[in-house]
């Protein structure tokens, strides 16, 4: 077989240019080409998908060749290619992130959004998470992110990414566990997980109320065939996401309404 040809590879985030997982993931994919990295300066984690255009952006040259940018993770998307690259990557990775992406969290994620941004743009992407838990606080040392770089490099050489269809991304989910542990792939669908949706209401010094979102999670809906069961098996999860949000079922109703 013909050796694969050295890919140009976009690497970014939405845990930080700092981030242990994306330095992880940057040793395991220099081995497959040239990696370009363009991620936020400060942690971006659960912005959604969004572009800063209102303020002005700063790019940082950091001394170990990364860039951070003072923007949410499309923007570093946006940026790593028209300014950093000054080229169309043959594919941008976004990850490895500290907690899973799955079911409807790929709406909030920062991760899924810079690979988004990407399959936007017309250019192959992959988002990809380490399913850590949040609720024992560890040390980014101590979370398995080497078994999901190893697994997305094993994926990479997998896959022909020219045929991964224009305007759909790739959204994986690895297991926190060893490699060794790790029991193979599983090609999913999106599951849904569930979230207590507390609101927290306080008041400041001043004698204004506020508040703080962010709800405990409460697990998943077990379905056969989505990315939560896969994962919660020990299987990581690979789901094709369009850009397509529309209920084509839905509509085919609507039409004959």
Sequence with gaps: ???KQKLKILLSNDDGVHAWGLKVLHQHLKTLGDVAVVAPI???STTGHSLTIHKPLRVHHLESGFYGVSGSPADCVYIGIREVMKEIPDIVVSGINRGGNLGQD???SGTVSAAREACILGIPAIAISTDAS?????EDREIHFDTAAKFLVKLLKMINIAEIPKYTLLNVNVPDVESTKLKGYHTTRQGFRYYSGTILKRVDHRGRPYFWIGGQYKGFRNEVGTDCTAVSEHYA????????CTDHQYLRILEQE
Excluded: A, G, Q
């Design 134 to 138: 949040h609720k024992k606080r560890r």
């Design 42 to 44: 400060e942690e971006k």
């Design 237 to 244: 999860s690979i789901t094709p996401i369009k850009l397509d």
């Design 1 to 3: 077989m013909p050796k």
């Design 106 to 108: 790929v709406y909030y």
